[in-house]
């Protein structure tokens, strides 16, 4: 029987990993197996490993006992199919975890996409469930499959952190200040911000020392300020944090320094995430929240109808994608035992936010 392979990581323990082979799991009727093409990964994926029990990512492949599969953003072709709507040899593009392929089972199946029907799957966030049927799309969204797994899952989440703040009138924030701006969710943020003439607030990136230079070139910041220099930022204007690295110490540090000039404080991702996560139980200013972007979009699914949301923040991200592409050099990493390095890579840090990259199992 053909074999499968998966990398499995622990989940408490993020930078143990292991190769698993397996038999291929037999179709059942409606199933589709898909071979998973490449994938991106970014410190978003990083991310759903950190916040995997806490919202649910480990659910999406489950794996056994303590660990789970990596989910990331990826292109996959249909190879064998029990689906009377989903034929072999179709291109889809969605979430998938850190394997050589998957089983899905495509329900809701329209022109353009399918959700996936899993049992597993029903009570989980919808906006993963969903696969894009590539093969209709226009030809230009089709020359873009490296920036759609890297880029696009990422600057619609700066999309809605985007979105999220007008609609909340920036919580009469006066300034926005965006930790991790050198990732790519951070950055996507502030470009958005920066080149939209309707936004009066000042756009100041955190980063760290090294990031400096890449952050300057993209020119989505009036300030840059590093870590450990946080005074910097004029604590007499109203601010709004919004921070990609999950580093508890600094919103900390954020909150007492501006007080009640904190009007809010909006937790997102994990870039530091072996970093101390613990920030003060009682803090001045905004209590802290976490942005949870499928919330959001479900939201504006209500508000503006179904999908809307995501036709313009791809729209957003296909424009910032295009405007970065000169400053990211796509790099491709493929089979277990590469995959396995690159990942401890990122979990280190060692990944400069100036590389793409793209693996394959």
């Not at 249909?78 to 034929?87: F, H, L, N, Y």
Request: net charge negative; hydrophobic share 40%.
């Amino acid at each position: 029987m053909t074999k499968r392979t998966e990398i499995w990581v622990d989940r408490q323990n993020l930078r143990e990993t292991k190769i698993v082979e397996l038999d291929q799991q037999p179709l059942e009727e409606g199933q589709v197996r898909v071979a998973i093409d490449k994938m991106g990964l970014t410190a978003n994926n990083v991310s759903y490993a950190v916040s995997g029990d806490f919202i649910g990512y480990w659910k999406y492949f489950p794996a056994e006992g303590a660990w789970g599969k990596v989910p990331g953003w990826a292109m996959g072709d249909v190879v064998e199919s029990r689906s009377g709507d989903i034929a072999v040899g179709e291109r889809l593009y969605g979430f998938f975890p850190m394997a050589s392929e998957v089983v899905l089972e495509p329900g809701q199946v329209a022109d353009g996409f399918f959700i996936d029907a899993g049992p597993h799957r029903a009570e989980l966030p919808a906006l993963y469930n969903q696969y894009l049927r590539t093969q209709g799309e226009p030809d230009f969204l089709k020359s873009l499959e490296d920036e759609r797994c890297l880029l696009f899952p990422l600057f619609i989440t700066s999309f809605g952190l985007y979105d999220y703040l007008i609609d909340n009138a920036f919580f009469n924030a006066q300034q926005v200040v965006i930790g991790s701006v050198s990732s790519k969710t951070g950055f996507g943020l502030a470009h958005l911000l920066k080149n939209d003439p309707k936004v009066g607030q000042k756009v100041i990136g955190l980063t760290s020392p090294r990031n400096v230079e890449f952050v300057e070139s993209l020119g989505c910041c009036d300030q840059i300020v590093t870590y450990g220099e946080e005074s910097e930022i004029d604590a007499e204007l109203t601010t709004a944090w919004v921070d990609m690295s999950g580093d508890g110490p600094l919103t900390t540090r954020l909150h007492h320094m501006l007080e009640e000039n904190m009007v809010e404080s909006c937790i997102v991702g994990g870039t530091h995430w072996d970093s101390d996560r613990r920030r003060d139980k009682e803090l001045p200013g905004a209590a802290p929240t976490f942005f949870f972007a499928p919330g959001h979009i479900a939201k504006r699914d209500g508000e503006w109808g179904q999908g809307e949301m995501w036709r313009r923040g791809s729209e957003a991200g296909a424009a910032i994608a295009n405007s970065v592409s000169g400053q990211l050099a796509v790099e491709k990493f493929s089979g277990a035992k590469e995959v396995e390095a690159i990942w401890r890579d990122m979990l280190d840090n060692k990944v400069s936010p100036s590389r793409g990259i793209m693996i394959s199992i």
